[in-house]
Structures are given as structure tokens and as C-alpha cells.
């Protein structure tokens, strides 16, 4: 990996042009240069420089970006931000010394405790029927303010149990290793179930391992050691032979397609070749809705846009293209937590364009992005919002739910 310095001549590279303010999420909602990749870099630059100390305020500013390269892709000069940003948080570890308590905080040892927690938690929530009976009472509880937006932001991570069995495909027999991401894996398990349902009838052999998370968070923090362990524990796994490696999320997806940029391992040039998304399989599925719902997307920013082919081609739905689809949702997994205020204000403004597009479905790929979209319903739930709810789900789940295959 590179560090920062490597990243001199791109730095250099921003015109300070401004381009990238009229496409920031985090700048449209705070109006802080400091929120932008142009603001970042002036800052970079008097670090590399040695004008400015990499403390924890640089590293508060740095963290002001939801990873979404809505910039990247609209700079004239392709400025990859999201690398030369991670660079410099990595640098940040290695300079400055961390209290025991924040070791303890980022550690995954305590992460995964949670997502333990979380899975018994979740089976015990849903068994007892709680979902319904806190969705029947969203309005209420949304106005008891941050704590209730809270309870029903976790409410909207657990769906319903249902029984489908959809049709064979034409698929050759393919051996699959699945890479369920942990969200799914400990808490949204009914991806998993429906992953499984829409490939039951394929030929595809699925192979599950014991997977440890794909190390998103632990990246775009910087943390790079942390990273690094999980992504040598996931590479060992792989050793087998295999003909694809298949994702549920689309973080994931993204992260393991780059572990070749971490190591020189075969395996992780291999990784970067055969890993593919659920979605990827289906598009010569034929899908049938079992009723006529409006349906939207929303597109993650590490997602391509081929899965919303498969929506568009869905009978029966009328599929609806809501404003900014493809923008960022504000969540971002820790981006979510270090700026709650922030994120919660571009999840708002996301969410209301779904209202507006008057649907009953919010179709994505990516568990982080279905928590941001209810992060922002919320919001507008607890504004006494009389227009129609929509309800927003995995793509998967869609699928195996609400539809058949002819
Ligand atoms: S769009 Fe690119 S070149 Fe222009 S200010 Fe932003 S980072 Fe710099
Ligand atoms: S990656 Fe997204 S959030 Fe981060 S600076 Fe670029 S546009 Fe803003």
C-alpha cells in the first residue's frame, strides 16, 4: 500500500477547480471546505509540506467524506480521493498514539462481539413478534426523538419469514463459495435464506465458509493492521479451488475485488476476477411480481448499474426512477456514527425522494445503504408526514419474496 507521500503528484493534480462541491453529499449538507476533496487536499498538502502536524483534528476532517468518489468521478483531473484520503488515516495511526480505550473501540474483537449479540438479539426480537407491533407504532415512536428513530432504524433490519421455492435456471453446475457479508450473515439472515431460495433451483453449488467481515470499516478508517488480518484470514479460506466467489452486498464486493492492492498473494488476483454479486447470476432469470408494485432503486456507490436491469425487467412492477438513485445515502457504516447530524441530514433528503416518487418498494444491493435510506424515512416519519411509506428492501429478498420465476 501506498503511503501518503506516494500521493504527492496527485495531490498536486487538483486544480482547486470546485468542482467536486456540486457533487460532495457531506458538503451540500455542512457547506465546510474542509468536507470536500479540494479542502482535503489544501490540508494534505501542508502535511506533506510539513506545515501541518496529521493530529486528530486533520483526521476529524478527513473522516467528513462518506467514501462515495462521487468527486473521483466527476473531477477533471480523475483524482482517486478515497485511496490518497485512506493513506492518510493509515499514516494518522502510525504517528500518533492511540489511548487503549480507542484500541478497544475500533477493535474486532469487540465488533464482532456485537454482531453475536446482534444475531441472538435479532432471533429472539423476531420470534416474539416485535417487528409488526413496533411498525404498527412507528409514527408514535419516531416523536419520542433520537432513541425511537434509533429502535426503529434496528426495527427496519428485521423482515418477515417467508416460504418460496422458485423455478430451475439455466445455469451449468458452477461451484460458488459464498461470502455472505456479516450484516447479513448475523443480522439481516433473511438475505442469506433468499440468496439461497433464488439459487435452489440453479445449478450452482453454493459453498459457505466461515467468513470473517470483508474489512470495509476497517479501511476506510485507515486502520490498516486491522484490515490486514481480516483480509489474510478471508484469503486463507480461499484456498480451494473455486469458480466464483459470490457476494451479497455490494461493500463487499467491492472490498475483495481490491485486496490485491493489500498483498501479493495469488489469491487475491484471483479474488479480483472471479468475485461477482448475487445479481450478477440472474440476469437471464425471468422474474415475475405477484403484484403490480411501484418500484424504485436505490444504487449503491460501490454497486454497478447492472443490477437495476434486473428490476427494470421484472414483470409486473412499474419500476420508477426516483431522483438521485445513484447518489450517496449519507450511511456509510462508521461515517454514520462519527457524524450522525450530517448523515442523518443527506438520508433525509435521499429518503424524500423516494416519497416523491410515490413507491412501494426502495430495492438495493447493499445492507449499510437500506439502513441510510430508513435512516432518512425515519426523519421524515417523526415530521408527521402524511405521504406513503415505502418500504425498503434487499433486492434478494425482493426477489425471493415477491416474485416467481417463469
Ligand atoms: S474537482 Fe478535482 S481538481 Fe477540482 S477542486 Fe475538486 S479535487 Fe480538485
Ligand atoms: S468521496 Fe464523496 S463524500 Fe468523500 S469527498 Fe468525495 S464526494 Fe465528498
Redesign the pocket.
Known amino acids: 500500500m501506498k503511503n501518503l507521500k506516494d500521493y504527492e503528484e496527485d495531490i498536486y493534480?487538483?486544480?482547486?477547480?470546485?468542482?467536486?462541491q456540486s457533487v460532495c453529499p457531506v458538503f451540500k449538507a455542512t457547506l465546510n471546505e474542509c468536507a470536500?476533496?479540494?479542502g482535503k487536499?489544501n490540508i494534505l498538502n501542508g502535511i506533506i509540506k510539513k506545515e501541518l502536524n496529521l493530529n486528530k483534528t486533520v483526521k476529524k476532517y478527513l473522516d467528513l467524506c462518506t467514501g462515495c468518489n462521487a468527486?473521483k468521478e466527476?473531477?477533471?483531473?480523475k483524482?482517486d480521493?478515497k485511496k490518497i484520503f485512506i493513506a492518510a488515516k493509515a499514516e494518522y495511526y502510525k504517528k500518533n498514539k492511540i489511548s487503549v480505550l480507542e484500541k478497544i473501540i475500533n477493535s474486532y474483537t469487540l465488533f464482532k462481539i456485537g454482531l453475536q449479540f446482534g444475531r441472538i438479539f435479532f432471533s429472539i426480537y423476531r420470534f416474539i413478534g416485535l417487528p409488526r407491533i413496533l411498525k404498527y407504532f412507528e409514527k408514535v415512536i419516531c416523536k419520542t426523538g433520537i432513541l425511537g428513530k434509533r429502535i426503529l432504524l434496528l426495527n427496519s433490519l428485521a423482515h418477515g419469514r417467508y416460504k418460496n421455492k422458485l423455478a430451475k435456471s439455466k445455469h451449468k453446475t458452477q461451484k460458488a463459495v459464498y461470502f455472505e457479508g456479516c450484516f447479513n450473515k448475523y443480522i439481516n439472515k433473511e438475505t442469506e435464506e433468499a440468496v439461497k431460495t433464488i439459487l435452489s433451483g440453479s445449478n450452482i453449488e453454493l459453498i459457505k465458509k466461515n467468513f470473517e467481515c470483508c474489512g470495509v470499516s476497517y479501511l476506510n478508517d485507515g486502520n490498516i493492521d486491522a484490515f490486514n488480518k481480516l483480509l489474510n484470514k478471508n484469503l486463507e479460506m480461499l484456498k480451494d479451488d473455486f469458480d466464483f466467489v459470490l457476494t451479497d452486498c455490494a461493500s463487499c464486493n467491492d472490498v475483495l475485488k481490491n485486496y490485491k492492492l493489500f498483498t501479493n498473494k495469488e489469491t487475491a488476483k484471483k479474488l479480483a476476477e472471479k468475485t461477482i454479486m448475487v445479481s450478477d447470476l440472474l440476469k437471464d432469470f425471468n422474474f415475475t411480481a405477484n403484484k403490480k408494485y411501484k418500484v424504485a432503486v436505490h444504487k449503491p456507490c460501490h454497486d454497478t448499474y447492472d443490477f437495476i436491469d434486473i428490476v427494470k425487467n421484472i414483470n409486473g412492477i412499474e419500476y420508477i426512477e426516483a431522483k438521485d438513485f445513484d447518489k450517496c445515502c449519507g450511511f456509510s457504516g462508521k461515517f454514520a456514527l462519527q457524524n450522525q447530524e450530517i448523515s442523518r441530514k443527506i438520508s433525509k433528503q435521499k429518503a424524500q425522494s423516494y416519497l416523491d416518487a410515490k413507491v412501494d418498494f426502495i430495492l438495493t444491493t447493499c445492507p449499510a445503504c437500506q439502513l441510510g435510506l430508513n435512516q432518512g424515512i425515519t426523519e421524515i416519519l417523526a415530521e408527521n408526514t402524511k405521504e406513503k411509506i415505502p418500504e425498503v428492501m434487499n433486492l434478494f429478498l425482493f426477489l425471493a419474496k415477491y416474485c416467481k420465476t417463469v
Open positions: 493534480k487538483c486544480s482547486r477547480c470546485g468542482l467536486c470536500v476533496s479540494r487536499f468527486c466527476f473531477c477533471p483531473s483524482i480521493v
